[in-house]
């Protein structure tokens, strides 16, 4: 099946700082990606989906300005957080459709996030 | 109300039993269904999709409602390596993402 990667798989940063997460289609293009967020016990959560050549798509409650989200190209997507606080600490994954469909996606391996 | 609804569990099982879960979705338009398996700490990954007849595969039975609005997973003679959170998740049609329930918990035991 499809591949997706993510990089880092696991991140410590500082409040304050950035974090850059990267979202790869390593087999197919994805002219569109998807953003989720999961904390502890709880389900995963849409928060934006990423269109290669123009702006990203945020669900409510998810400040654009916070999460910088960037198509660079048909493989890859990246996801921003800036200026992290400990409540942003959480398990962040990028999924992909392969295909025209909206059927089938493909997860990436995550990237766990903690803010210190 | 949320999209997907789905009991948390756990649900706590003896090796060989068959267990049910189910799950309702809110929005009467969606188009397509499908259980996903999370094993902690990793991402999902699909197990089966749901089709309105009903599915099987090997083990696992999948189940659609579309008049109750109800999706089922049925898995039969548990195995150990069974024991991971099942995620109930639907797709609106048009719509290209995925609404996910909040996950049922399975720990099947020796």
């Known amino acids: 099946g499809a591949v997706v990667s993510q990089h880092p798989s696991r991140v410590i940063c500082k409040s304050g700082t950035s974090v850059k997460i990267e979202c790869r289609s390593l087999d197919f293009q994805a002219t569109t990606m998807f953003w989720y967020r999961q904390f502890p016990k709880q389900s995963l959560m849409l928060m934006a989906t990423?269109?290669?050549?123009?702006?990203?798509?945020?669900e409510q409650g998810v400040e654009k300005d916070k999460f910088l989200i960037n198509h660079a190209s048909l493989t890859l997507s990246t996801l921003t957080v800036t200026s992290a606080h400990p409540e942003d600490s959480s398990f962040y994954i990028c999924?992909?459709?392969?295909?025209?469909?909206?059927?089938?996606?493909?997860f990436g391996p995550g990237t766990r996030l903690t803010v210190t | 109300r949320k999209e997907v609804e789905q009991d948390p569990g756990p649900f706590n099982v003896p090796e060989g039993a068959t267990v049910a879960f189910n799950c309702t979705y809110s929005?009467?338009?969606?188009?397509?269904f499908f259980w996903y398996r999370q094993d902690c700490r990793k991402e999902p990954k699909l197990l089966m999709s749901?089709?309105?007849s009903g599915n099987e595969d090997g083990r696992f039975t999948a189940q659609l409602n579309r008049a109750s609005q109800y999706i089922s997973l049925l898995i039969r003679d548990s195995k150990l390596s069974d024991s991971a959170t099942y995620l109930c998740v639907v797709n609106m049609n048009g719509a290209n993402n995925l609404f996910f329930g909040t996950g049922t918990r399975l720990t099947v035991i020796p």
């Open positions: 929005n009467s338009a969606s188009q397509s």
């Open positions: 990423s269109n290669e050549g123009s702006k990203a798509t945020y």
């Open positions: 999924s992909a459709p392969e295909g025209s469909g909206p059927y089938e996606q493909y």
């Open positions: 749901v089709y309105s």
